[in-house]
């Protein structure tokens, strides 16, 4: 009976992907009437409960639509979504005290109650598996002889040192136990890898735009950081940064390779292994920052720079705070040739990570609950992805171009030259709409008609009714 269960799942995934991608190569348009579900189950020999199944998932993405007594028809196509961005366009410099002051204003407001928080780039709480999470805590506690309660080995829990080893499989990476150092979420991990392998003064190479809170952790470190153009295709350009290294000292590039912040960029394999390839040539260190990389929306797991690293100059970050936990804040690097200098640093700040939360995702991996909760967890963001796209094709300014991601949790939006961003950030929080201005992600604020837009929350009402408030704003900028 199981095993029948399974394949129908695959055989209606597998139908509704081969309609997904009639309608995004046009082949079926916007208006087009699908056949029947008789006509379906008979054409592709599978039963009509199948067949119904499929459909529903297509509706669901919101491609297609049920219309009483008509049948399904072809809702929405990707060639009907706002035009793609080519390239990402800087704007003026504006001085660094007014960016941090605009990056305090947005923190302030992310976490207020009762506002649609589309700027928040992290699983709502719907998408989080709290029973099962609980559960294995539980467990975790019964199995420990002293219930979690003393100190955690230094280096990190074993059995998730172990689990994320294992894991490294899915990204074509041979590590061991012994490579892993875990941390407090993958902004400690980051701090640490920084700290091993730069001093206060130091040019750090990181990508533009980026996550604004990069810039709080060079500022804190006393770094210097050299901004490398990002596209929205390719990520980091990766000529700028080879022309960029003939006159500039970078002493560490720290990257985000996997669906980046803000922007969503993928860089291809190829280009990962030319970007480790070109920094072992001068012994440059990589940090690359790994936390969007399960969260892929194609078939197979976008591979890592770590992957082609020889000389053990990459250290890969990542943790479970987008995909599983962001309250747990368990996180890990795979720090090379740096180990010994990580851990003296771990020694130094934190001695150890906290021992229950450790144990807990560990159990939560070993039991395969990681597993069936990341093939939900990637489907339901592709579905909230097209779902957004659509709305803002609905209600954005036809002028709108945005990127269209592969994978993580955020749209990077490019409006009329006209609107500016933090001052439609204001006007929306007066509408309890919160949004990410494009400003906050460049060190200068260049990015000033730019937005971005988090789809970590599942479509509903609410979030239809706020993007089309932000839509109606964004208009009234035009005069």
């Keep these: 009976m199981a095993e029948q269960l399974l394949r129908e799942d695959f055989l209606y995934s597998q139908i509704a992907d081969r309609l997904a991608t009639q309608i995004e190569k046009g082949i079926l348009k916007a208006g087009d009437r699908l056949i029947s579900l008789r006509a379906l189950s008979k054409e592709q020999g599978i039963s009509l409960s199948t067949a119904f199944k499929a459909y529903v ?135 640490f890898c920084l700290k091993a392998v730069t001093e206060p003064g130091d040019t750090v190479a990181i990508e533009n735009p980026i996550y604004f809170g990069i810039f709080n952790i060079m500022k804190s470190l006393g770094l210097k950081v050299l901004e490398i153009p990002c596209h929205p295709d390719d990520g980091a350009d990766l000529e700028y940064l080879q022309d960029a290294l003939e006159t500039v000292p970078v002493k560490a590039v720290l990257f985000v390779p996997n669906f980046s912040n803000p922007t969503g960029a993928l860089m291809p394999d190829h280009r990962k292994k030319q970007l480790v390839e070109m920094l072992a040539e001068r012994q440059i260190p990589l940090i690359e920052d790994d936390i969007y990389g399960e969260m892929y929306f194609g078939k197979t797991r976008p591979g890592t720079c770590k992957s082609y690293d020889k000389n053990g100059l990459v250290m890969l970050c990542g943790s479970v705070s987008k995909t599983l936990a962001p309250g747990y804040r368990v996180g890990w690097c795979l720090p090379g040739r740096f180990k010994d200098k990580v851990l003296s640093i771990k020694i130094m700040h934190t001695v150890s990570s906290a021992t229950p939360t450790q144990a807990a995702v560990a159990n939560f991996f070993e039991t395969g609950r990681y597993d069936l909760h990341m093939r939900h967890l990637r489907r339901a963001l592709h579905t909230q992805c097209l779902r957004y796209v659509q709305a803002i094709s609905d209600y954005f300014p036809p002028d709108t171009r945005l990127v269209r991601p592969q994978g993580g949790y955020v749209l990077w939006i490019e409006m009329n030259k006209n609107v500016n961003a933090f001052e439609l950030f204001e006007s929306a929080i007066q509408e309890s709409i919160s949004i990410a201005p494009g400003q906050i992600f460049s060190s200068h604020a260049r990015f000033s008609n730019y937005i971005r837009i988090s789809f970590g929350a599942p479509y509903n009402s609410v979030i239809d009714n706020g993007l089309k408030r932000l839509g109606e704003l964004i208009r009234r900028q035009y005069s």
Excluded at 80 to 103: C, D, H, Q, T, Y
Excluded at 108 to 135: D, G, Q, W, Y
Aim: charged residues 25%; hydrophobic residues 40%.
């Design 57 to 191: 998932e297509l509706e669901n993405k919101g491609v297609i639509e049920a219309r009483p007594k008509s049948g399904y028809f072809v809702r929405f196509s990707p060639l009907n979504a706002p035009e793609r961005l080519p390239s990402i366009a800087a704007g003026p410099v504006i001085e660094k005290s007014n960016v941090e002051e605009m990056i305090r204003t947005v923190y302030k407001t992310m976490t207020h109650e009762r506002i649609i928080r589309l700027s928040v780039a992290a699983p709502s709480a719907e998408l989080i598996p709290e029973a099962k999470l609980n559960k294995a805590m539980i467990e975790a506690l019964r199995k420990s002889p002293h219930s979690c309660t003393q100190y955690e080995a230094v280096q990190g829990n074993p059995a998730l040192r172990k689990q994320i080893a294992k894991y490294a499989f899915n990204w074509k990476g041979n590590v061991s136990e012994d490579d892993v150092i875990t941390t407090q979420g993958c902004m400690e991990a980051l701090i």
